[in-house]
């Protein structure tokens, strides 16, 4: 009998232990799967606006993300749907691909519509989001902002090879390859047959709290780089370099302040800079910090929340896209006076959310990652 019982253990164990290393290897695909999406994102990203402002009224622009930012909040329950006939490997694969499609076209654009839909394609990575953030917290809540900050890593030389490309070949060719690079990151997720993820139920608790802390991301968003760029008369590479310093301070900061009680307010108070834009270009690099708001505020609702699935997932995604719509909408108020303030106006709303973040934080609220 004893020794059915110790073969019964050695055999759970043994399961157990395949079903963890499957779950890292998933973690490990992900990971590999945001790297590409980040190549891509990270060689055009700083060079969006400042290409759309060619051809677009420069205060007309935060109304082109407003109008992707709408078609975006749609995205989560479509992912919902495909997660539900297509699995997530399925899902996740169709979504990333159809963003890829909206950036490669870019550099086609040539008016306001053809502009907004473009990025209104490229807006479907919602739907993908809460299959892969799902994938991931079946494993711990934490990876969120690690993959993230991982998934940075390309941001050291990707926004200066995109000014690199943009200024040799043309902004056709680096919206080109940026887009297959994007579409690309659904190979890896299709390699994985075991990628599992559970559906879950939808009940949120702590998101009150954690999603306006993405608002000032989302407000400077349409502009920042524009306004480094005018302000200062930077070419191409030097902007790119600028980006690049941004992020990765990103970077680093998310992964150093991911398991920390203060990391949320710390991560905003460095974003909160980018208010003293006026003064130097380096504290444009304070923008960087959204790499870690971001995937801080998202974990911040995860641990409250349990074991998440794509039901919560798509719900939290959903508020996500709204909280973005918010600070398009925002954003486009301020530019319909001055378009130049936008930094001002996101740092010093950084700056107050930092304050009550803080306060919470020692009230026992904890706005980062288990």
């Known amino acids: 009998m004893k020794t059915a019982t110790a073969a019964a253990g050695n055999t759970s164990r043994s399961t157990t232990g395949v079903r963890r290393g499957a779950l890292r290897k998933s973690v490990l695909y992900i990971t590999v799967s945001w790297f590409l999406w980040g190549i891509g994102y990270y060689g055009y990203f700083a060079y969006l606006s400042p290409y759309m402002s060619s051809f677009v009224e420069p205060s007309r622009i935060s109304l082109i993300y407003v109008i992707a930012g709408a078609t975006s909040v749609a995205y989560p329950s479509a992912g919902l749907i495909s997660y539900r006939l297509l699995g997530v490997r399925g899902s996740i694969s ?11 076209m870019m550099g086609l654009a040539r008016n306001f519509a053809q502009f907004a839909l473009l990025l209104a394609l490229n807006q479907a990575f919602y739907g993908a989001l809460p299959s892969y953030y799902a994938s991931l917290a079946k494993e711990e809540a934490s990876y969120i902002p690690l993959v993230w900050a991982l998934s940075v890593a390309p941001s050291f ?14 902004f056709t ?14 190979l890896p997720v299709a390699a994985i047959r075991g990628l599992r993820a559970d559906e879950g139920a939808a009940g949120v608790r702590g998101w009150a709290l954690a999603i306006p802390a993405m608002i000032p991301v989302a407000l400077e968003s349409p502009y920042i780089f524009l306004v480094i760029e005018r302000a200062y008369s930077m070419s191409s590479l030097q902007l790119g370099l600028v980006a690049s310093a941004g992020e ?11 398991r920390t009680r203060w990391g949320l307010s710390a991560a905003l108070a460095g974003f909160s800079m980018t208010a003293l834009l006026t ?9 960087g910090f959204w790499e870690a708001v971001i995937p801080l505020a998202i974990a911040y609702v995860s641990y409250g929340s349990g074991s998440p699935g794509v039901r919560f997932y798509t719900y939290l995604t959903t508020l996500q896209a709204l909280t973005f719509l918010a600070g398009y909408l925002s954003s ?8 130049m ?3 001002m106006i996101g740092g010093a709303l950084s700056a107050v959310l930092t304050a009550v973040y803080v306060f919470l934080s020692g009230r026992g609220r904890r706005p980062s990652a288990r």
């Open 94 to 104: 169709l979504w990333m691909t159809v963003a890829g499609l909206g950036i490669s």
């Open 157 to 170: 030389f990707m926004p200066t090879i995109g000014g690199l490309v943009a200024s040799r070949l043309g």
């Open 173 to 186: 060719v680096l919206f080109a390859a940026s887009g297959v690079l994007i579409a690309s990151s659904a």
């Open 248 to 258: 990765a301070v990103g970077m680093m900061s998310a992964l150093v302040l991911r």
């Open 279 to 287: 003064i130097s270009w380096a504290f444009g690099i304070a923008f």
């Open 332 to 339: 486009s108020a301020v530019a319909s006076v001055n378009y």
């Open 341 to 343: 303030a936008v930094p």
